[in-house]
């Protein structure tokens, strides 16, 4: 957070900048003026045992600053049920990508209602589109230096046919059991903390890119740091997330009578098949890293008509931009040339979003990981995340503006994503344990960003390493294993 300069504290000097006025409140609740609670084990006690705000915690800084991660966790379990009837309410009523209506308006009345404990959200409902919205809460003074941005975010879209067989309805539940959790710690200090919460729910992410939606209408700008989590088969800190490139490709033939005179036509059919067939060919010499797939949508009309008009819809992943552009070359040459040779005219669209890499952010990861581990949460083994691809998620773009953290949690079920079986059980009970567990390390790692020192600088080097590295203006760095500054898991792809 840049220092606010020339703003007065009140004693006709610069006003230090916020995460540091974070800390020294940290200070002042570790000296016992006023406190977040007794430190303790991060598991969450029962209720009878809930920190009270004027019990000083012991032990100085460290103390203090477990004693606010056990109050967030304690505040997701005190809003348990209402969480996961906020998740239950989406996974009934799936939705897809920017028809999210539903959803929004749970979510908006979910940060609105008056049953939230602490103060109010402050709420835009269809913020910059039409499905999205914004929950904001803040302690910083009006007059005071600029507020230390934490954002989580919460998505919601489902997919055709078979619902939220992504648990994306989780991915909401995280993202403000999350926020609540962080929001009830800030509150329990004795002195108001610098830091501004945001909450944007971000809708469209199986198809169109809600969030580069958002982040080219300035949603992201003044956001220091952003958190959310998606569920899978594993816990890990990270996957390499893959960058995607969508393309419709439209052959235009001329229909004829397939029996009396097909020498008249010029197929359509038949450009889209050697298409489809010249990819094939081609995969001997893709990279193992790279991926295409796809569908023919549109293959004629009826056996006796030659086809006139064929569509096909590709998507195309590697794991960088710049691989991706190779691809795309290589596989543009393939749509086109099957139009040469069949005589058909050719239409290759791309997709309005390009879906970024997910960049890592190693200390974010590492931190987090820590977290984790005292909640008990077992992380898959650094080999398996170097060895593995996962999918593709706008969140990639997000990771390019500004620093972020995109882990991955297990639900309680070996069903993979995007089947019947996984929507069963994002629904389940089973799932909730899980889904509150990896919000509170959410939420404690957001802590540990607002209130260790250098932390946030370290955060924001590893950042502006790896986005460079990723846009080709300087060779991989070392890895500096006490800074944790450097390049992260996907640096070797």
């Given at each position: 957070?840049?220092?606010?300069?020339?703003?007065?504290?009140?004693?006709?000097?610069?006003?230090?900048?916020?995460?540091?006025?974070?800390?020294?409140?940290?200070?002042?609740?570790?000296?016992?003026?006023?406190?977040?609670?007794?430190?303790?084990?991060?598991?969450?006690?029962?209720?009878?045992?809930?920190?009270?705000?004027?019990?000083?915690?012991?032990?100085?800084?460290?103390?203090?600053?477990?004693?606010?991660?056990?109050?967030?966790?304690?505040?997701?379990?005190?809003?348990?049920?209402?969480?996961?009837?906020?998740?239950?309410?989406?996974?009934?009523?799936?939705?897809?990508?920017?028809?999210?209506?539903?959803?929004?308006?749970?979510?908006?009345?979910?940060?609105?209602?008056?049953?939230?404990?602490?103060?109010?959200?402050?709420?835009?409902?269809?913020?910059?589109?039409?499905?999205?919205?914004?929950?904001?809460?803040?302690?910083?003074?009006?007059?005071?230096?600029?507020?230390?941005?934490?954002?989580?975010?919460?998505?919601?879209?489902?997919?055709?046919?078979?619902?939220?067989?992504?648990?994306?309805?989780?991915?909401?539940?995280?993202?403000?059991?999350?926020?609540?959790?962080?929001?009830?710690?800030?509150?329990?200090?004795?002195?108001?903390?610098?830091?501004?919460?945001?909450?944007?729910?971000?809708?469209?992410?199986?198809?169109?890119?809600?969030?580069?939606?958002?982040?080219?209408?300035?949603?992201?700008?003044?956001?220091?740091?952003?958190?959310?989590?998606?569920?899978?088969?594993?816990?890990?800190?990270?996957?390499?997330?893959?960058?995607?490139?969508?393309?419709?490709?439209?052959?235009?033939?001329?229909?004829?009578?397939?029996?009396?005179?097909?020498?008249?036509?010029?197929?359509?059919?038949?450009?889209?098949?050697?298409?489809?067939?010249?990819?094939?060919?081609?995969?001997?010499?893709?990279?193992?890293?790279?991926?295409?797939?796809?569908?023919?949508?549109?293959?004629?009309?009826?056996?006796?008509?030659?086809?006139?008009?064929?569509?096909?819809?590709?998507y195309l992943r590697a794991p960088s931009m710049k691989d991706l552009s190779v691809l795309t070359e290589k596989v543009e040459n393939c749509f086109k040339s099957a139009a040469l040779a069949t005589g058909c005219k050719v239409e290759i669209k791309g997709g309005e979003n390009d879906y970024y890499n997910v960049l890592p952010n190693k200390s974010l990861q590492k931190v987090y990981k820590e977290n984790g581990k005292k909640l008990g949460i077992?992380?898959?083994?650094?080999?398996?995340?170097?060895?593995?691809?996962?999918?593709?998620?706008?969140?990639?773009?997000?990771?390019?503006?500004?620093?972020?953290?995109?882990?991955?949690?297990?639900?309680?079920?070996?069903?993979?994503?995007?089947?019947?079986?996984?929507?069963?059980?994002?629904?389940?009970?089973?799932?909730?344990?899980?889904?509150?567990?990896?919000?509170?390390?959410?939420?404690?790692?957001?802590?540990?960003?607002?209130?260790?020192?250098?932390?946030?600088?370290?955060?924001?080097?590893?950042?502006?390493?790896?986005?460079?590295?990723?846009?080709?203006?300087?060779?991989?760095?070392?890895?500096?294993?006490?800074?944790?500054?450097?390049?992260?898991?996907?640096?070797?792809?």
């Amino acid at each position: 957070v840049a220092p606010a300069g020339t703003s007065n504290a009140g004693n006709g000097g610069p006003t230090p900048p916020s995460h540091l006025l974070a800390r020294r409140t940290l200070r002042a609740a570790a000296a016992g003026r006023g406190g977040a609670g007794r430190g303790g084990v991060l598991l969450c006690p029962p209720r009878r045992s809930l920190m009270r705000p004027q019990d000083p915690p012991q032990g100085g800084p460290a103390a203090a600053l477990e004693a606010l991660k056990q109050r967030a966790c304690e505040s997701v379990e005190l809003n348990a049920a209402r969480l996961g009837a906020l998740s239950r309410d989406i996974w009934s009523r799936p939705e897809l990508a920017y028809e999210e209506h539903q959803a929004h308006d749970t979510m908006t009345r979910f940060f609105s209602s008056g049953e939230l404990p602490g103060a109010a959200w402050a709420v835009q409902p269809r913020y910059r589109l039409g499905t999205a919205f914004r929950a904001e809460w803040g302690t910083a003074a009006p007059q005071g230096p600029r507020p230390l941005r934490v954002a989580f975010l919460c998505e919601y879209d489902a997919l055709p046919g078979i619902g939220h067989a992504c648990g994306h309805n989780l991915i909401a539940e995280v993202g403000a059991a999350a926020a609540l959790g962080l929001k009830a710690a800030l509150e329990s200090l004795p002195q108001p903390a610098p830091v501004a919460i945001t909450v944007l729910g971000t809708p469209a992410e199986e198809q169109g890119g809600g969030k580069i939606d958002l982040i080219n209408a300035g949603a992201f700008d003044g956001l220091d740091v952003v958190f959310m989590a998606h569920p899978s088969q594993e816990n890990a800190a990270y996957l390499p997330d893959v960058a995607e490139h969508d393309v419709t490709v439209k052959y235009y033939g001329k229909a004829s009578h397939a029996a009396a005179y097909p020498w008249e036509g010029v197929n359509a059919l038949d450009a889209a098949v050697l298409a489809y067939n010249n990819l094939s060919v081609l995969r001997q010499q893709m990279k193992p890293t790279w991926r295409v797939h796809g569908v023919i949508k549109n293959g004629g009309v009826k056996p006796n008509i030659i086809p006139s008009y064929t569509e096909l819809e590709f998507y195309l992943r590697a794991p960088s931009m710049k691989d991706l552009s190779v691809l795309t070359e290589k596989v543009e040459n393939c749509f086109k040339s099957a139009a040469l040779a069949t005589g058909c005219k050719v239409e290759i669209k791309g997709g309005e979003n390009d879906y970024y890499n997910v960049l890592p952010n190693k200390s974010l990861q590492k931190v987090y990981k820590e977290n984790g581990k005292k909640l008990g949460i077992e992380f898959i083994s650094e080999d398996c995340i170097l060895n593995g691809l996962s999918g593709s998620t706008d969140f990639g773009n997000v990771t390019f503006v500004v620093p972020g953290l995109h882990p991955y949690f297990y639900i309680g079920s070996n069903a993979l994503n995007h089947t019947e079986q996984y929507t069963e059980a994002a629904g389940s009970q089973n799932a909730q344990f899980y889904a509150l567990r990896t919000a509170k390390a959410l939420a404690m790692t957001a802590l540990d960003v607002i209130f260790k020192p250098g932390l946030l600088d370290i955060v924001r080097e590893d950042f502006r390493q790896v986005k460079l590295k990723e846009e080709g203006q300087i060779n991989p760095v070392e890895l500096n294993e006490e800074s944790g500054v450097g390049i992260g898991a996907c640096a070797s792809h």
